[in-house]
């Protein structure tokens, strides 16, 4: 039998082991402020070469900076911003020059090439919203040759070869130490505005995207509005790059926008490490310094990248930022015991609307002369744990992603509390209060465990991009309402001492109940679990029974797709079990352990 959630120990807090400390938040800034500290005293050596080269660094930074959410959170391979550099430069050099109209100041020019950028840099990617890796590289590719053509052949507004003069900034920024200054502010509030995204639901949300799709759009997270959303921010930063570097340049040709300049973006962002910005950021500053403190490099530059990218692969797979990741690399407790607290769970799910009910009738959905689903009826209740079981290929995979809009049946209804449920949208099951787990734990490797259960409470946050971009009041409000939360659900699951670790370092078992804490994170009204026992040992699969259970006295219908046998005999009210994609049998577990059929077909004697 299970235990009841009352009986236990309250003292219990989570997995054994010692915590791995986490630091505070604003020590995550101390690096910036010291590079910001460095720069700002450059000048002070009185190099002007070196202003002028730092002033180039700052420039693609603020290029970088945006393309680093496109390339390094959402795993995009954007390989041809050089791109919208050139969109940037072009547009802020003609408006100033007045080729297409009077001629305009050059700030105004400047912000002209900022909206440019932002309406390119939606066209250049709104192929990876359905082309793949490399595919999306080569349209990104394709498209900086296309703007190159377009800059050479349209001569009496860009000069063709001859090209066009870039904005003279007036004074003080008519210096080079002027510019400078103005480049590394610009540079700075590109920092602070990407690390603010990528340190918001929406960054977390970009490497959900890249790490674990289908969990992603599971949580609510729509890809193509957020990655259209950072497409454009992405850009605006390169379109103002593209007008700063025309400015820098004094005068442009096409020939000034490289393969080499749009090989160097990329890999800044390959050796600095992914879901990083200070990685990214030295990344830039090595790599625009590095040909220059080796002048006759200068015309090796691509193979200089290329050879430092074959070693940081090679030496540190995770780039700079996984070097400066201390924390990460140290040691857990072997042997560690997961010690959930279910009495937790009334919090977590508190606000729960309970009696929810789903109507599955006469559904079939085939693939090829395959019946994975063939005429089910089912009803999932609130309150209940409903338990499908079945031999393997029975369909209850299928079935649980037909309810959560995944897979399209063939024919049959679904209905919810009595309205039409709709069919083959995943994205909006969220919302409408359904989570689920993987048959293999859909995890994002590459963040905390705090950060993974946070995601799943994406669809709960308030605060639009904009108010993420600049920190406003009600994002900070969703950041702290979230973070308490997804501490609440881990301490529920008996994870809460491994909030800070990478989840790729957790080990099977753990993903299995960090799947469920994200799941909790929705707050559902049903529950979908694809075999979350799977893998687990004895004593934790009864833990996770005395979870499960509880979930359903909150109010939530759980759907338990599971083999192992005691388990659903000990926690379900309702099995239904599948054979060949039919119902071979539905009751209660008293009824179903007697059922002949069922014995001899899947129990066994
Ligand atoms: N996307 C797909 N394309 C083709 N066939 C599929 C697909 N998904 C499922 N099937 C087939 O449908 C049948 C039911 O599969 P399903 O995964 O639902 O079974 P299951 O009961 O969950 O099995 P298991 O217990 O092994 O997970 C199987 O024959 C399977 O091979």
Same mark, same amino acid.
């Given at each position: 039998?299970?235990?009841?959630?009352?009986?236990?120990?309250?003292?219990?807090?989570?997995?054994?082991?010692?915590?791995?400390?986490?630091?505070?938040?604003?020590?995550?800034?101390?690096?910036?402020?010291?590079?910001?500290?460095?720069?700002?005293?450059?000048?002070?050596?009185?190099?002007?070469?070196?202003?002028?080269?730092?002033?180039?660094?700052?420039?693609?930074?603020?290029?970088?900076?945006?393309?680093?959410?496109?390339?390094?959170?959402?795993?995009?391979?954007?390989?041809?911003?050089?791109?919208?550099?050139?969109?940037?430069?072009?547009?802020?050099?003609?408006?100033?020059?007045?080729?297409?109209?009077?001629?305009?100041?050059?700030?105004?020019?400047?912000?002209?090439?900022?909206?440019?950028?932002?309406?390119?840099?939606?066209?250049?990617?709104?192929?990876?919203?359905?082309?793949?890796?490399?595919?999306?590289?080569?349209?990104?590719?394709?498209?900086?040759?296309?703007?190159?053509?377009?800059?050479?052949?349209?001569?009496?507004?860009?000069?063709?070869?001859?090209?066009?003069?870039?904005?003279?900034?007036?004074?003080?920024?008519?210096?080079?130490?002027?510019?400078?200054?103005?480049?590394?502010?610009?540079?700075?509030?590109?920092?602070?505005?990407?690390?603010?995204?990528?340190?918001?639901?929406?960054?977390?949300?970009?490497?959900?995207?890249?790490?674990?799709?289908?969990?992603?759009?599971?949580?609510?997270?729509?890809?193509?509005?957020?990655?259209?959303?950072?497409?454009? /921010?992405?850009? *605006? $930063? !390169? #379109? @103002?790059? +593209? &007008?700063?570097?025309? %400015? =820098?340049?004094?005068?442009?040709?096409?020939?000034?926008?490289?393969?080499?300049?749009?090989?160097?973006?990329?890999?800044?962002?390959?050796?600095?490490?992914?879901?990083?910005?200070?990685?990214?950021?030295?990344?830039?500053?090595?790599?625009?310094?590095?040909?220059?403190?080796?002048?006759?490099?200068?015309?090796?530059?691509?193979?200089?990248?290329?050879?430092?990218?074959?070693?940081?692969?090679?030496?540190?797979?995770?780039?700079?930022?996984?070097?400066?990741?201390?924390?990460?690399?140290?040691?857990?407790?072997?042997?560690?015991?997961?010690?959930?607290?279910?009495?937790? /769970?009334?919090? *977590? $799910? !508190? #606000? @729960?609307? +309970? &009696?929810?009910?789903? %109507? =599955?009738?006469?559904?079939?959905?085939?693939?090829?002369?395959?019946?994975?689903?063939?005429?089910?009826?089912?009803?999932?209740?609130?309150?209940?744990?409903?338990?499908?079981?079945?031999?393997?290929?029975?369909?209850?995979?299928?079935?649980?992603?037909?309810?959560?809009?995944?897979?399209?049946?063939?024919?049959?209804?679904?209905?919810?509390?009595?309205?039409?449920?709709?069919?083959?949208?995943?994205?909006?099951?969220?919302?409408?209060?359904?989570?689920?787990?993987?048959?293999?734990?859909?995890?994002?490797?590459?963040?905390?465990?705090?950060?993974?259960?946070?995601?799943?409470?994406?669809?709960?946050?308030? #605060?639009?991009?904009?108010?993420?971009?600049?920190? =406003?009041?009600?994002?900070?409000?969703?950041?702290?309402?979230?973070?308490?939360?997804?501490?609440?659900?881990?301490?529920?699951?008996?994870?809460?001492?491994?909030?800070?670790?990478?989840?790729?370092?957790?080990?099977?078992?753990?993903?299995?109940?960090?799947?469920?804490?994200?799941?909790?994170?929705?707050?559902?009204?049903?529950?979908?679990?694809?075999?979350?026992?799977?893998?687990?040992?004895?004593?934790?699969?009864?833990?996770?029974?005395?979870?499960?259970?509880?979930?359903?006295?909150?109010?939530?219908?759980?759907?338990?797709?599971?083999?192992?046998?005691?388990?659903?005999?000990?926690?379900?009210?309702?099995?239904?079990?599948?054979?060949?994609?039919?119902? =071979?049998?539905?009751?209660?577990?008293?009824?179903?352990?007697?059922?002949?059929?069922?014995?001899?077909?899947?129990?066994?004697?």
């Amino acid at each position: 039998m299970v235990a009841d959630a009352k009986s236990y120990s309250p003292a219990a807090r989570g997995i054994d082991g010692p915590a791995p400390v986490r630091m505070p938040s604003w020590t995550r800034a101390l690096p910036f402020i010291a590079l910001l500290a460095a720069a700002l005293a450059l000048p002070a050596l009185g190099n002007n070469y070196w202003t002028v080269i730092a002033t180039r660094a700052a420039i693609y930074w603020v290029l970088v900076s945006g393309l680093n959410l496109i390339v390094g959170y959402a795993g995009q391979l954007a390989i041809g911003y050089v791109a919208l550099l050139t969109v940037g430069a072009y547009t802020a050099s003609v408006l100033a020059a007045g080729n297409v109209s009077a001629a305009w100041e050059p700030f105004p020019a400047l912000i002209a090439a900022g909206v440019a950028g932002g309406l390119f840099g939606l066209i250049v990617g709104l192929p990876a919203l359905r082309l793949r890796t490399f595919y999306f590289a080569m349209a990104t590719l394709g498209f900086a040759t296309i703007v190159t053509q377009i800059a050479l052949a349209w001569q009496p507004v860009t000069g063709g070869g001859i090209g066009v003069p870039g904005p003279a900034l007036p004074a003080p920024f008519d210096s080079d130490m002027g510019l400078y200054y103005l480049c590394l502010g610009i540079a700075a509030v590109a920092t602070i505005l990407t690390a603010n995204i990528a340190h918001s639901r929406f960054g977390r949300g970009l490497i959900a995207i890249r790490d674990a799709e289908v969990a992603a759009e599971a949580c609510g997270i729509s890809k193509v509005k957020l990655l259209s959303t950072i497409f454009i /921010l992405a850009g *605006v $930063l !390169a #379109g @103002v790059a +593209g &007008g700063l570097f025309s %400015s =820098l340049q004094t005068y442009i040709t096409p020939e000034a926008f490289t393969f080499e300049l749009s090989v160097l973006f990329f890999i800044s962002i390959l050796i600095g490490g992914r879901s990083s910005i200070l990685g990214p950021l030295l990344g830039t500053l090595i790599l625009t310094a590095l040909p220059e403190i080796a002048a006759p490099l200068a015309a090796w530059s691509n193979f200089l990248y290329a050879f430092l990218l074959l070693v940081i692969v090679l030496a540190m797979p995770g780039g700079i930022a996984s070097l400066l990741d201390f924390g990460g690399r140290s040691p857990l407790p072997a042997n560690r015991r997961i010690v959930p607290e279910p009495a937790a /769970l009334r919090e *977590v $799910l !508190a #606000g @729960v609307p +309970g &009696g929810g009910h789903i %109507s =599955l009738e006469n559904l079939h959905l085939s693939f090829g002369g395959v019946k994975a689903i063939n005429g089910l009826d089912m009803d999932i209740r609130a309150g209940q744990v409903h338990g499908l079981i079945g031999p393997n290929g029975s369909g209850k995979t299928t079935t649980l992603n037909v309810i959560s809009g995944y897979y399209r049946p063939q024919m049959g209804h679904m209905q919810e509390n009595g309205a039409v449920l709709p069919v083959g949208e995943p994205l909006g099951r969220a919302r409408r209060g359904f989570a689920r787990t993987f048959q293999t734990p859909r995890i994002i490797g590459d963040t905390s465990v705090l950060k993974n259960v946070m995601a799943g409470g994406y669809t709960r946050a308030q #605060g639009s991009f904009m108010e993420a971009l600049f920190q =406003l009041g009600r994002h900070r409000r969703d950041e702290r309402s979230l973070r308490a939360a997804a501490e609440l659900a881990l301490r529920a699951v008996g994870l809460s001492r491994m909030a800070q670790v990478r989840a790729d370092r957790l080990q099977h078992s753990e993903l299995r109940f960090l799947e469920l804490a994200r799941a909790l994170m929705l707050r559902p009204a049903y529950l979908l679990l694809d075999e979350p026992a799977a893998g687990l040992t004895g004593e934790e699969i009864k833990r996770l029974g005395e979870i499960i259970k509880e979930i359903s006295r909150c109010g939530t219908a759980v759907l338990l797709v599971e083999h192992h046998a005691d388990l659903i005999f000990d926690i379900c009210d309702h099995v239904t079990v599948l054979n060949l994609g039919s119902v =071979l049998a539905s009751g209660t577990p008293a009824e179903i352990r007697k059922h002949k059929e069922v014995v001899s077909a899947y129990l066994g004697a």
